[in-house]
Structure formats: C-alpha cells, structure tokens
C-alpha cells in the first residue's frame, strides 16, 4: 500500500455523470480516498486530482465526459494535474481511453475502486518526477460488493444503499452487465448496520438501489424480507427502491410496499417498449400482455400507488405501428412520470453486435416527442387530481426558484412546495400539506398543523 506524503495533503474534484449508483459510488470513492490521506475540494481550479464518475448508458452523458476531457486538456497544459476516469467509460471504453485520451493518467471500472488510491500515488509521483504512467484497473469481480466500506456522504435528507451490484439480464440494448459484471447481493447484516449508521446520521429517507433491485438475494433473503427490515429500523421514515425489472414482483413485495407504511407508495416500472416483437428483440423477457397484468395486480393491491417507467423509442427495427403500442400502453397506463429516451446504440451490446441501429434520427425524436406530449398532459391530469387533499411531505430543502418557499416530496414522490412564512417545518420534518394547485412536475399547497390528517391516494 503506497503512503500519501503527509506533507502535501492532495486534493480531489470528483464530478459524478448518470445514475443514482453512479452517486452510490462516487460516495463509497470518496470514502476510500479519505482514508488514505486525499482531501476534496469542490473548487476544480485547486484539485490536484480531477475525477470522473462516468456513465456508459447513453450517449448524452458519454459525450458529456469526452466535453469534459477536452476542456482538461487546456489545465493540464499549464500545471500538474492528474485525471481519473472512472465508472462504466472506464469499463467499457477502457481501449479507446487509454490509447486516444493522452490527458487521461487513471482508469478504474466499478469493480476496482480499491485500487484507486494506489493508482493516483502512483500518477502523483509519475508526474512529479516529470514522467507518465497510466494507471489501469478494470478487472470485473463476481464477489466486489463493497459491503466493508461505509460511503463518506454529504449530508440530506435521503442517503442511497446499494443493495446489490451488477446485472445478468443482458437487455439487448444495455450495457450494463457488460459494465458493472455479474450480478452480486450483498449480506442483508451488512445493509442493515448501514440503514442504522445512516439514521442516527439524521437520514430520515432510504433508497435502495440495484440494476435490477428486486432480484435481491442473500441466502434466505429476499427483497419483501429486506425492505420490510429496512423499514423497521428506528429512525428510518421512509423507504424507496429503484430500479425493479417486471419479471421479479412476487405477491410478497406488492404485499410489503401495500402493508408497510414506511415504504412508498411508488413504484418505478420500467416498460422500455409496448409492443411484443420489439419486446422480445429487447430481451426483456415479459409480454404487453403480462406487463399490464402485472399493473393490475399492483394497482389492486395497493391501490394508491403512483407508477413511473422508463421508454426507449426507435429501437432497432421499431415501426409506426409498434411504436403506436408503445403510445396506447403509456396511455392506457397513465403513470405519473416517465423518462423517454431515443434509442442509443451501447458498443458490445447484444444489439450493437446483431440489429442494425436503422430507425432514422428524425423519427426517434418525432416519438419522443409524441411520448413526451403524452406524458405531460397524464402528469398534469395525475397532479391536479390531488388538489384538495392533504398530504404528507418530507422536507428536503428550499425550493429551486426560491429560498422563501420549502421544497419535499409527497409519499408518492411527487415534488410539493410551499411558502415558508409562518412554517415550523424544518429540513427532514414530515408535514401535512393541504394542495392548492397542481403543475405537470409539483403540487403546491398550505402547510397544515402538525397532526393533521392526511388523505390516502394518489390518484
Ligand atoms: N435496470 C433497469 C431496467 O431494467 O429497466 C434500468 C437501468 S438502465 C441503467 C436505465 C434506463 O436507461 C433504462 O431503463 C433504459 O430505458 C435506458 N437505456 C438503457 N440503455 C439504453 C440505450 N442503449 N439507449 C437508450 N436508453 C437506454
Ligand atoms: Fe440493463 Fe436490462 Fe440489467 Fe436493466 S435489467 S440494467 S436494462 S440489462
């Protein structure tokens, strides 16, 4: 184990691009580092070492980190500066990095951040003896789960926890197992000491996060075991879990999320398309037919759940009339929210290797566009039937366009804000709140005394 000289204490800017796990361990980085002597700055211009926590999923945030690495050409022209890319580029890109990408001195995919410290002493003392070496780990590992280290968090309401890492389902479209490995749960003892550690830290909310979340497995455990345990330690109000795959919805976790009132009445679904053939080109292993069944049973057990998806349009081969399915499905559905992405072809996907990405530009963003249509005005539809309910809202913060009004999310994880004047709310509290009006993204309301009574329902 290298030492880092005591003298200089080096410090870090680490950018994070993409999903929750990506934050997820872009904590468990900083922890690492720390305990070897790094400190982080949030300044760029004074870091040492600049990061990033990088995303392979689709093109946007990919093209994002290469902006970011042009611009860090120009700092490393005028001083010493080490650059690290980590996460899933690093992965999945690790070729065309090391050779193309002369600025860049550190490569380490998700599975080996516990090199990382070593690998960065190695890059500072290269550099400062006026050399380079590139420092490269991006070994997969069937057994990385990471389950010793406690991530070093920044403070808020809500603390993610990792539950699990990897995926097997080799969605055609999606690069993630070729990214993040194998999939591995980690031991429920260990979730559970961080649940307690993150509640007596003040974090009122959990989420917990997996590729394919609900696939949890540990020995005897199961998702509906561990999520009600989650829920069941003192100081934890709420529990989330993103994402869950719809083949995975055993009646014993509708039955946790309708029986527990700790976990929320939400549920993220993602659909990716609503058409058979496009379906099964996807890999996704459920039919139309079976994913509504399965939001019927959902909504008939729990029947104020709010559903959210995720949609991929102008996938491989997709035509009107399939995309149209799609179309009818999301109507037919009405979820509260939805992410809509056009299809992005993912080097060494099943998809990249066997369908050709044929769909015109120009028509993946004419159906997202309709989708994005369609969802605004379910969204708005979905909020304003709230108005005149009260409901109960976990404090956040401030609101983003003013520090006079507070900002939380309903049970449903709707946002909802409300004016500060004459609150007692403070950050973390759980408030009544009467709802005034509604938009397509937020409800607005009054606060209500404390003890008020709230009303079930989101829809
Ligand atoms: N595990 C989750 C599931 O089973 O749906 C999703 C995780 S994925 C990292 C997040 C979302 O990114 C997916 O639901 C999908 O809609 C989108 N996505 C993944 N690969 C994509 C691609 N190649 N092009 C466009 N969107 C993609
Ligand atoms: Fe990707 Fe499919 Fe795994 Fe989700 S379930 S991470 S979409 S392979």
Redesign the pocket.
Known sequence: MKLIKTDHAYRVHIETFG?QMNEYDTELVRSLLTSRGFLFTEDREAADVILMNTCA??EHAHNRVYGHLADLKTIKRQRHLVVGVLGCMAQNLKEELAESEPIVDVLVGPDAYRRLPDLLADAIEAQEQGTARKGIAVDLSEYETYDDILPERTEGVNAWIAIMRG?D?F?T????PYTRGRERSRDPHGILREAEHLASRGHKQVTLLG??VNSYRFEDWDFARLIIAVAEVPGIERVRFT?P?PKDFPPALLEAVAGHPKVCKHIHL?L?AGNDRILDLMGRTYTRKEYLALVDDIRGRIPDIALTT???CGFCSETDEEFRDTYRLVQDVGYHAA?I??????KN?IAARKFPDDVPEAVKSDRVARLVELQRATSLTKNQAMVGRTVSVLVEGDAKKSSDQWMGKADNHIAVIWSKAGSRARVGDLVPIAVTHASVTALFGNEQPSGSSIDAGAD
Request: hydrophobic letters at 30%; glycine letters at 0%.
């Open positions: 999903c999923v689709r995926c389902n969605c479209f999606c690069v993630v590729q394919n994402s795959h993602p990716q995720d949609i991929i992410f992405f056009k299809y992005s072809e993912r996907t």
